[in-house]
């Protein structure tokens, strides 16, 4: 039951707790680390590949040197952050332990509720939909993260329970290809799981995050075409049903809330293809690279491969704030971890290797892995992707009430 309310929150409300001395400490982080208190025997159990272990064991005690060369003069906040990086993977540990029909039907019900929120947010203001302590931390002002606030509690990115767009959207992408390749067995949760398909939808739109979207709308032909080649007497009814209501709602907003269409084409189209900064990225890494051509010697050497000293900090985002913080070294290494799990899964369930795929391309050019419980929930699904069993040899003992139509992909 333990597992379960973790798996839930962390998915449903991963944001619900509140700041102590400036760090978020939520309900879900607490069980996390009580479920390897109260579970330790079975997780003792769990079979490891002797790679996955190398591959921590490496990640691990660089952070731990990283954390050594600047710990003089570190802040809290920062110590917090390489801890999240450092306990985070090992969620892959619950991942193996959750029945899979458990954990997709938390996840159809974590991505209905997050998307209602959004379309609440959007609909009445996101200072309007806002409940401190359960979508935000207690302590914590909504209004000052990077959601696009304007006028009337209005804005551009809907946080939802992520507490900011871009985690809304980070979740939403993980999780879709997922629903679309998984079918249960059971008529009324198989619907269950459509609304949320099309809820979800919906929510990655208004999370107004491009580094989730865009690969996610790239994807999806190629996530439709794994899922009708197994199901092809299927495809011509839901190519209907998905184009019918695409018109449907394009007619609506057209005639109903045309401001609606013509923002959307400015603020994901247009200001993407004319902003020259990248979003403000190109302006941190000039910064970045002008601190290290101002070191010489061993601090120069220290900075290439251990990141600059965090007293120094500032503003880092995706790839260059792995860069900035950890150095090249830190590069392979921290994304190594990250990345390899996903070489695997491809082959039992491709619906959420590419799942995990969009997560690792918005952290291409974000850095919302340094923060939960965005690399906890990655790790959790790749738990459950590695876990996952070929439905080729359970379809003549089959009881756990669905089925992935992308196992045997």
Known sequence: MLLEIFIFLTLAFPKAGMMISGVPVTVAELLFGLIFIVSFIQIKK?????????????????????????????????????????????????GKLVDRVRFVKYVTSAVIITSLFAILQKSFG??????????????????????GLVSDGMAFKMPSTYQNGNGLGLFLALSLPLLIGYRFDNR?????????????????????????????????????????????NKAITWIVVVVSLLILLIIYFYYVR??????????????????????????????????????????YLRDILIGVPWVNSYALEGVFSVIGYHGF???????????????????????????????????????????????????LFVGVGINWKDERIEKNSHSDGGSATGSRS
Do not use: C, H
């Not at 009324?188 to 609304?195: M, P, R």
């Not at 039992?348 to 690399?375: C, H, Q, R, T």
């Open 46 to 94: 769990i079979n490891v590949s002797f790679e996955m272990i190398v591959l921590y064991l490496i990640y691990s005690l660089f952070l731990l040197i990283n954390l050594a060369f600047n710990i003089e003069g570190t802040n809290i906040s920062s110590i917090f952050t390489l801890f999240i990086l450092m306990i985070s993977p090992i969620a892959f540990l619950i």
């Open 126 to 147: 996101v200072l309007n939909v806002n409940v401190q302590g359960i979508t935000e931390s207690f302590g914590t002002a909504i209004q000052y993260k990077p959601i």
């Open 188 to 232: 009324i949760w198989q619907a269950v799981k459509n609304i949320s398909l099309i809820l979800g939808l919906i929510g990655l739109i208004l999370s107004g995050t491009r580094s989730s979207m865009i690969p996610f709308f790239i994807f999806v032909p190629y996530i439709l075409y794994l899922f009708f080649k197994r199901n092809f």
């Open 258 to 299: 045309p401001a609606f269409i013509f923002n959307f084409f400015d603020d994901y189209i247009l200001r993407t293809i004319n902003d020259k900064t990248g979003n403000q990225r190109i302006p941190q890494i000039r910064i970045l690279f002008n601190q290290l051509r101002e070191d010489t010697g061993i601090s």
């Open 329 to 379: 070294l830190g590069l392979p290494i921290l994304y190594g971890l990250w990345i390899s799990p996903i070489f695997y899964i491809w082959k039992k369930n491709k619906f959420i290797a590419i799942g995990l795929l969009f997560n690792i391309i918005a952290w291409m050019v974000d850095g919302s892995f340094n923060f939960p419980p965005y690399l906890m929930n990655y790790f």
